[in-house]
């Protein structure tokens, strides 16, 4: 089971969300005691 994230041209997310999302993706993935 994975998950999959990309991002496409044209898809406009400013970078410190992104950045964001991917920390609070890790700090889920960290609490459920799952490995990257």
């Known amino acids: 089971m ?3 994230f990309y991002i496409e ?3 406009f ?3 410190s969300v992104t950045e ?4 609070i ?3 889920l993935v960290r609490n459920l005691g ?3």
């Open 13 to 15: 997310i400013p970078r």
């Open 20 to 23: 964001e999302l991917v920390e």
């Open 2 to 4: 994975g998950y999959e």
């Open 25 to 27: 993706a890790i700090d």
């Open 9 to 11: 041209e044209g898809v």
């Open 34 to 36: 799952l490995s990257l």
